[in-house]
């Protein structure tokens, strides 16, 4: 077991800071029970089944934000024992990569009903993607860290684009818990920040006194009113799982409505009644360095380890409502379609044979195989039979049906139109032409002095020619005759000459009278 490795620019403040162990020392105890054991402020990340999650490469930041919080952090490469968990207080497993033996089991849960706190960082695919067996020690506590993934539905950050870099919104179960802490942290910075500070101002810049953090301050519950329910308070989840709870553990993280699957619980946490507390986290890059002071996150390590190390007795923390815990859905498994389409599927058929009551065995797992050796003995048989070796032709089957066999319409059907109504043909241009242009092809169609007593008859049904007196005013144009039509043009010239208009009645005395001359 060795201490973590401190940073260059920690060293620089030593002077005028009291150590981890002395500021623990000092902090008055708060527990409600005599009884219960004080915890110590020792953290101490196992590493020694391979974990993911190591504090001297991926949890670097998370090991300095907790020594600014006034914890004590410690690296174990070893297998645990008794021994070594006496000044313990809390026990982080990181994603753990090997399954721990059943002795190892052993004195995790005695140390765990001893009043110490436990936390499990898993990752996705759960523990059968990480090759360990933790879910044999959670599950006696009602959680199990499942073998899925958290993905994001909707991109809502151009920060974090990778869509298992879930942001949620809504996920915080505990909100009046976090609510403290928002308002303690509220204008000195989310509490990484004497680090950023550290590395980027060097050790001129880390003049912060160290301090240890209470969460459950009758001080801060002001300032924590000050921060409504409404407000929203986003975390980022890489790359983690979701978590079944049963009773008597709870949920106090979720994944809220903007990620898959929907309304599941992320995280759980599980009080002994002699002081223990267990948590387990679905995703352990929560709290590395690359995520650790994205959104929320700071504030919910504040909020987790101090849980882990507190205190009080009650769980009333982290316990959501029960309004808020009925919200969250259950698991739903889905198949694994991969896995299941590469075995072969057997047809079932109507048999009177009885099923076996092992349904196992009713996969067929060997490959179908056709034997070929007897190709050659048939095409021999088609010789001696005097058939030709050819493919057979496909008979096309005739099904007795109950309807006459119809093709759907892709297209909508064409409704049957009314016919045309049966109009005499006739030439337009000859029915709207003009007079003029009429008078002019009647005129080319007259070619023989024969035809001219016909023309002067058609021309006077082009234009109206006035009747003579005496005439038929019912007689139509087409039966009057030549010499008419010309008599009654040249009196209409005449009248155009002479400078008097001449009634009808003068021209009827002329008429007479001309007769008379003639006779």
Known sequence: MQGVQQDPPSQSCGSGETSSTENLRSRPSRSLDNKLPAKTGVILFDTYKHEAGDPSSSYRRLTWALKQQGFQCRINDVSLTASDLKDVGAIVFGQPTQPFTAAEFGILKAFFEGGGSLLFLMGEGGETRAGTNVNYFLEEYGMSVCADAVVRMTVA?????????????DGVLCRDALNK????????GYPGSAQKDTLENGPAACQVQTRTIQ????????????ITDTEKTPFVFPYGATVSV???AFPFLSSGLTAYPSRRPLAAAYVHPKGGRLVALGSYRIFDDDFLEKE???????????????????????????????????????????????????????????????????????????????IAD???????????YEPLSVIKPEFVIPLPPLRPAVHPPFMPELPHPPLELFDI???????????????????????LEIHLQRAAQIIPVPLLPGEDKL??????????????????????????????????????EHKRNVD
């Open 157 to 169: 950050s151009p920060v974090h684009l990778h869509p298992k870099e879930a942001l949620i919104g």
């Open 181 to 188: 802490v928002l308002a303690r942290n509220k204008g000195t």
């Open 215 to 226: 969460l459950f301050d009758a001080e801060n519950d002001n300032h924590a009113a000050d």
């Open 246 to 248: 049963q009773t008597p």
């Open 296 to 374: 929320n996150n700071p504030n919910l390590q504040v909020l987790v380890f101090q849980w882990l190390l507190g205190h009080q007795e009650g769980d009333d923390a982290l316990r959501p409502s029960i309004e808020v815990e009925a919200s969250l859905e259950a698991s739903q498994p889905v198949p694994d379609t991969t896995s299941l389409s590469e075995r072969p599927l057997p047809c079932f058929y109507d048999t009177e044979e009885a099923l076996p009551s092992d349904f196992r065995k009713l996969f067929e797992e060997t490959k179908f195989a056709l034997d070929t050796s007897r």
């Open 378 to 388: 048939v095409k021999q048989l088609y010789r001696q039979l005097g058939v030709n």
């Open 429 to 451: 241009d000859a029915e709207i032409a003009s007079p003029r242009t009429r008078l002019i092809q009647l005129a080319n169609q007259c070619v023989d002095d024969s035809d």
């Open 475 to 512: 007689a139509q144009n087409k039966n009057r005759s030549a010499k008419n039509i010309l008599c009654s043009l040249i009196y209409r010239i005449i009248e155009m000459k002479i400078k008097e208009p001449v009634t009808a009645a003068a021209m009827d005395k002329r008429a007479t």
